[in-house]
């Protein structure tokens, strides 16, 4: 009996022969039949023309298939490319590159793709076969072959392809993305030469002599506006002949309006009609700071104090309004205040002026008589070295003082206490030792002190209430202290009060602690304290925690920004999902419509009733193009993306056949703050009018462009006018209704903000305004018009700077080449932008839409 496999082994050949064929048909005759089953569907509904190059329409569906092909090549190249790098080896061909981790960044190809690049790859891509170029199987085998390194076969390479695209594509794509790359390359390289080698711009000395004096020298200008519209009652309709308001229809009845340009356009752009639900974040955080209870808030604002929150630094103005009143009542009432505090001096030594009279009879004796006669006699030489000159100074001081009163500035010291006078002891003690003899001045204005103690009748008021303290524990110490402050008394008189003023405030606390020490130690001690107090910083500025009235509303914003954002999120995701569900419900009446079925109206929903219902704003922008909606909020508004570029624009994702109607997107306001759902209700693909539907247009642009001619030779006339009468500004020959116009010290600015940045308060001045005003001279005038030619400027140079000498030597550093190849790989990048777009003018290339 035969074997179960005995057909098998009699009919091997016939079997494997099959196989092979089978496999043939899957990897190689399949991906063609599916590349030719698509282009001639059209991609379901995507094969919309986005553009025509010389008469053929590139589709939709055919971008989306090449992105789509692209993309599986790269994740490819750089799966072998790791293989090799593994092995050892690295990729032998142009445009490779890895990072300093061995991580590749480049594998020879563009490594992304959006719609425009591949737009722009098959257009250079079709203009090197126009040139001759054009790349076989083989040749794309040997790129694969110098991309392996002889470190990988085909085979894994067969099989590398295979996992990394998921058996989406075969050699047959992979061929076809790699020559459509590499010839578009080719043509590149060929659009660069005499504009850059590989990544460095080529620049001769000259030019990069002007674009250093682009990047830093600046200009500061008046500019008086001669505005075009103005102009256009002067251009009646009998001076717009037909025959030339035809011709700018047919010169530019393709061409899209530019707001940045002075060429007209009059082709309709891709408009749409969005609606949209806005989530406001203060709204819902309004909403739920309404329901947080008065209790949780005052335990929320103890909580936080708790934590050191809600200080702020107190301005101390009360110090400064008190010792002007210190000032003014010792020159306008010495009576009130001086009498108190000369007559305690009289009737007891506890505040100062008993150093001269009793302190010196009754307790200085007792204690210690050199505590006197050193003010007297100078005897503090002996002992009062480390002791009485703390207390000579304060005479000193007090002299210091009485000179400073002659010239009007007598309460700056008298105004000090004790111990802040004791802060500048040991520049008095400088002084003490280098004038002796001020010291035996002091009892010469005892005298004087003591005549004018029966001046004040208030004196024995306080006195009396200082004299207590001064018998109960200070008595020993204060003596000493008197004596100090007595010489300055003595010797200012009628100032002195406000030096006594604040000595007793001080005093005390000197007092209620050394009870019984001698005099002499604490003098000592206010001595080695004061002058620590001089040489420390400013005390640290007074704080106070703000109440909880004040910070009421902080508090209930922080407590409910947590549940404010997750109210938020919510509503915004219940809002999406309703939209997808009714989406995909339309899509299903779509679809059954589409096969012929009978249907009824499409399926109902309100927008509007779900916003009201979740809390959300309803609003539609009504039927407009990338450039009439930038004025809505929504405009602004993107997809939350990686890095700091953030993700998809709103324009991106509403103005293109990317997405069928009704298809809910979501962005986020930029700056922060909203979000926004929404979805695309109606829209209408890109046309051009016909002539007799737009003719008044046409006539409104004619009018603008002959306007522009007479405003243009307005303002020249005006700049050689003032020129020529060497007059000082422009409002000399501007009349006097229109002087409010001028707009006086615009900048300083620098030629490059012409390349995009925005200089303030003029109207979108590019290159050519710049230009003319770096090539008049200081104090000249000139006149340019703006980027989009409805303005022209007269305008005066009134300063330039840094002179050229400055700039010769600083374009000699070599730290300012880096900022210049910086600066010329843009206006290379520029060069290239407008190469390519001559070449699209050439290849006949008409966008289909264009945002």
Known sequence: MAGPLSIFRSNQKIMVAALAGLAMIAFVVLPALQVYLDSSRGGGGQSEAVATIGGEKVDMAKMNRYLRNHQLTTRFLADVAKKVMDKGGRPQVPGFAVDQQGNVQRVGISNQMSLDNALRTYLLSRKAKEMGFDLDDGAIDQWLRLYANDKVTEGEMDAILSTSSDNQIGRYQLA????????????????????????????????????????????????????????????????????????????????????????????????????????????????EKKTISEEDLRAEYDRLVAQGRFKEFVLDEKPADEKPADEKPADEKPADEKPADEKPADEKPADEKPADKKPADEKPADEKPADEKPADEKPADEKPADEKPAEEPKGDAGDDAKEEAGAADQSSTSQRSMFRLAAFRPQDDEKAEEEPPVEEEKPADAPKAEEKKDEPAKADEKPKAEEKPADEKPADSKPEMKADEAKPAEEKKDEPAKTEEKPKAEEKPADEKPADATPEMKTDAAAEESPAEGLTPPEAPKTRVQT????????????????????????????????????????????????????????????????????????????????????????????????????????????????????????????????????????????????????????????????????????????????????????????????????????????????????????????????????????????????????????????????????????????????????????????????????????????????
């Open 548 to 851: 909880f009235e004040e910070v009421k509303d902080q508090v209930a914003s922080e407590l409910a920004l947590p549940a404010a954002r997750a109210a938020m999120q919510k509503a915004m995701g219940q809002a999406e999902s309703e939209m997808k569900r009714y989406f995909g419900a339309r899509m299903l009446w779509q679809g059954d419509k589409d096969q012929g079925k009978k249907v009824g109206e499409a399926p109902e929903f309100s927008l509007k009733d779900l916003g009201a219902a979740l809390g959300l704003q309803y609003g539609v922008t009504g039927m407009q193009d990338p450039l009439s909606v930038a004025d809505q909020p929504i405009a602004s508004s993107q997809t939350q993306g990686m890095g700091f570029g953030g993700g998809d624009s709103f324009a991106s994702l509403i103005y293109n056949d990317q997405f069928p109607l009704y298809t809910p997107k979501r962005t986020d306001s930029n700056p922060p703050g909203s979000a926004f759902v929404f979805w695309k209700t109606e829209q209408r693909e890109p046309f051009t009018p016909e002539f007799e539907e737009i003719e008044a247009e046409v006539k409104d642009a004619l009018r603008l462009i002959k306007a522009r001619e007479l405003a243009k030779t307005e303002a020249e006339a005006l700049a050689k006018k003032l020129n020529n009468a060497n007059a000082e500004t422009i409002a000399a020959e501007i009349p006097e209704a229109k002087q409010t116009l001028v707009i006086g010290d615009v900048g300083p600015f620098t030629a490059m903000q012409g390349f995009g940045l925005s200089v303030p308060d003029l109207d979108r001045v590019g290159p050519d305004f710049m230009k003319a005003v770096f090539s008049t001279s200081e104090k000249a005038f000139g006149s340019a018009a703006n980027q989009p030619q409805n303005t022209f400027y007269v305008f005066q140079v009134k300063s330039t700077s840094p002179d050229l000498e400055k700039l010769r030597e600083d374009f000699m550093q070599p730290a300012q080449r880096m900022r210049l190849r910086q600066f010329a790989n843009f206006q290379a990048g520029q060069l290239f932008r407008d190469w390519y777009a001559s070449l699209e003018s050439e290849m006949g290339v008409t966008w289909e839409n264009q945002e």
């Open 176 to 287: 076809s993305v790699l020559k459509t790359e590499l010839l578009a390359n080719a043509v590149e390289r060929v659009g660069q030469t005499g504009i850059a080698a590989g990544a460095q711009p080529l620049t001769s000395p000259g030019e990069s002599w002007e674009l250093f004096k682009q990047m830093n020298q600046q200009a500061t200008i008046d500019a008086y506006p001669v505005v075009v519209a103005s102009f256009t009652d002067q251009v009646p309709d009998d001076k717009l002949p037909e025959a030339e308001v035809k011709a700018l229809y047919e010169k530019h009845k393709d061409d899209f309006p530019n707001p940045d340009s002075a060429t007209p356009g009059f082709r309709r752009n891709y408009s749409a009609n969005v609606e949209y639900l806005t989530a406001s974040f203060d709204s819902f955080l309004e909403a």
